[in-house]
Structure formats: structure tokens, C-alpha cells
């Protein structure tokens, strides 16, 4: 009986994630979100995130710091092994057939913590909060950054929601 039951869950289970991936939405890359996101007058996200870390995370797997530490562990070249772009990442965190124009020089892009933008970025959809979030955008809370942000990482700092947002921090003073 309880294992009819667990069964019936797991097959519950992979019905619920077919459908889900039924209507998936593909990485578009930052060259993108640039075209509308770079205004000054609307918090310039583009060039703020060129200025934060998310923007640099591949060049610090070239960096002297990961070469000595894929030296002690075996790793040939950190910025080729999947166990550290997962992170440093977008391009390789995500499924090959979902990547459309993203790049993997982009490091951590706009779309590890907004969703995958193929489907909310056209300007119809962006301009409805509720349309955009129902197209794929995300605005994004502390568990976004804990899927990164955690002990996994071998460099990880004890991670602040709130002070580690306030230094990434791109809002837009137009909005109400
Ligand atoms: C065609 C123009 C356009 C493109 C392309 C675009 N956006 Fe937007 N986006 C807007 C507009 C317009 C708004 C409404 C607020 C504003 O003026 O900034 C908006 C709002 C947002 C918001 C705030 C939503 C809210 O209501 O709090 C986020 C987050 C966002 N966009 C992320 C992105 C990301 C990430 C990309 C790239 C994948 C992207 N956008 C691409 C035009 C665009
Ligand atoms: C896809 C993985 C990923 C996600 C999601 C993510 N980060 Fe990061 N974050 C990184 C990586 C990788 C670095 C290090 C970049 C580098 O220096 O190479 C980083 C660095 C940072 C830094 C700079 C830390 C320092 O040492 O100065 C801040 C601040 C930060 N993240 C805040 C956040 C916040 C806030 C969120 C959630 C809203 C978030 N991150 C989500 C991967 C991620
Ligand atoms: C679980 C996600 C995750 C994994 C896996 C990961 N990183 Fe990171 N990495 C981060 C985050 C997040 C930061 C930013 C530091 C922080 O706030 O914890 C970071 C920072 C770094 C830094 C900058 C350290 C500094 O303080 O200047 C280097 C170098 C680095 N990682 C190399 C690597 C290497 C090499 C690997 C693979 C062996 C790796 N990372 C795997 C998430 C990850
Ligand atoms: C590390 C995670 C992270 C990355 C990378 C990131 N954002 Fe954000 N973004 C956030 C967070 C957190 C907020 C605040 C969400 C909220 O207010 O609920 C935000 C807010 C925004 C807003 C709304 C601003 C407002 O005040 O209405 C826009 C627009 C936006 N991001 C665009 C972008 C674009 C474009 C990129 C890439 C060029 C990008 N973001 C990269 C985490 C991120």
C-alpha cells in the first residue's frame, strides 16, 4: 500500500516538472535588458552591474587565488570546470537549449536573479509589473542568492541579505 502510494508521488512528481518545463523561457543575455535598462534617469542598471562583481565572476576564476586553490584540488583549469562556473556562471548554469544569446563572459547576468527574459522583455510585457511577473520575471528575494551565496562556494564570506543588497543595489527613482 505505501508503496503504491510513493509511486503515485513520484509519478505526480515528474508529471508536475513536465509541465512546467511545457512553457520554458529562454537566457537572452544583458546586451539585451541594455537596450532599456541604461538610462541614467531610470537607475542605469546596465553600468551598475558592469561595476559589481556579478559582472566580473569569470575573471576571478583566472584569478591567482582560484589557480592555487584548483592546484591543491586537483582542478585543471577553474574557469573550464563545471563545479565553479555553476556559480560564476549563468551561461553554465542553465540548460543548453534554454541559452538564447546569453554568453558566458557575462559571469552572474541580470537573468540568474530576474528569470529567464525571452518572454517578458518585449515592451508591451515589461511596461505590466503583473504581466512580467507572469511571463517569467522575478524579483528577486534572499533564497535567489543563497542558491549561490552558501558554502558550496570554497571562498564563501557569511552572507547579509541586506548589507550584501545595498552593494549591488540598482533601483530605478522613476518608479513609485
Ligand atoms: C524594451 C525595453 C525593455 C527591455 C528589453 C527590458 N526591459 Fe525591463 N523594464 C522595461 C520597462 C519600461 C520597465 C518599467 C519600469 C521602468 O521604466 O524601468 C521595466 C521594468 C523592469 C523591472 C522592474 C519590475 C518592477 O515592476 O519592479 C525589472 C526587474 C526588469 N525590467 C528587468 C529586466 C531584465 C532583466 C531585462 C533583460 C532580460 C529587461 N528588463 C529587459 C523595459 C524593458
Ligand atoms: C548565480 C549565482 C549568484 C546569485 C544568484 C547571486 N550571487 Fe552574488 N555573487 C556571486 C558570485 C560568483 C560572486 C563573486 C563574484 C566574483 O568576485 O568573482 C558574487 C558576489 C556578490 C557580492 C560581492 C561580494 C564581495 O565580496 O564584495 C555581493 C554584494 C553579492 N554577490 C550580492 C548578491 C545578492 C544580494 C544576491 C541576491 C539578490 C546575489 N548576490 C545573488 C554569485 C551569485
Ligand atoms: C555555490 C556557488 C559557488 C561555487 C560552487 C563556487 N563559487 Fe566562487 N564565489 C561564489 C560567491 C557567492 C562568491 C563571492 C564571495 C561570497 O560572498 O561568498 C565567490 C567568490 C569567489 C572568488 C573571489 C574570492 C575573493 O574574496 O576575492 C574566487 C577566486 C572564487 N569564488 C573561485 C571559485 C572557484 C575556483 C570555484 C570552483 C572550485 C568556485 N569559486 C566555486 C560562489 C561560488
Ligand atoms: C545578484 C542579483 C541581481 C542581478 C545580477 C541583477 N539584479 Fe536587478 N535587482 C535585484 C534585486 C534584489 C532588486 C530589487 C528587487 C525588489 O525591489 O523587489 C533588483 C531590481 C531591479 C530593477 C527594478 C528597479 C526598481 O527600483 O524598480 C530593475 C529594472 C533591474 N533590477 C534590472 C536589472 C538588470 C537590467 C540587470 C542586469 C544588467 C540586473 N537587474 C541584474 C537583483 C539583481
Not at 537596450?35 to 537607475?43: F, L, M, R, S, V
Not at 563545471?82 to 556559480?87: D, F, I
Not at 542553465?94 to 552572474?108: C, D, F, K, M
Amino acid at each position: 500500500m505505501q508503496i503504491k502510494k510513493n509511486l503515485m508521488l513520484v509519478c505526480l512528481a515528474l508529471f508536475v516538472a513536465a509541465s512546467a518545463s511545457a512553457q520554458t523561457f529562454k537566457y537572452v543575455g544583458a546586451d539585451k535588458c541594455k537596450i532599456c535598462h541604461n538610462k541614467p534617469a531610470t537607475g542605469e542598471q546596465y553600468a551598475k552591474w558592469q561595476k559589481d562583481l556579478h559582472s566580473q565572476a569569470m575573471k576571478s576564476l583566472s584569478s591567482q587565488a582560484s589557480l592555487d586553490y584548483a592546484k591543491k584540488n586537483g582542478i585543471a583549469d577553474p574557469a573550464k570546470e563545471a563545479k565553479c562556473l555553476k556559480c560564476h556562471s549563468t551561461f553554465d548554469a542553465v540548460a543548453a537549449n534554454l541559452r538564447g544569446g546569453i554568453t558566458q563572459a557575462e559571469g552572474v547576468s541580470c537573468e540568474s536573479c530576474h528569470g529567464a527574459g525571452s518572454a517578458y522583455k518585449s515592451p508591451v510585457i515589461m511596461k505590466s509589473k503583473e504581466q512580467s511577473l507572469k511571463n517569467g520575471l522575478i524579483l528577486p528575494t534572499k533564497e535567489i542568492c543563497l542558491q549561490c551565496h552558501n558554502k558550496e562556494n570554497p571562498f564563501h564570506k557569511e552572507f547579509n541579505f541586506e548589507t550584501f543588497s545595498a552593494k549591488i543595489a540598482h533601483p530605478n527613482p522613476a518608479a513609485k
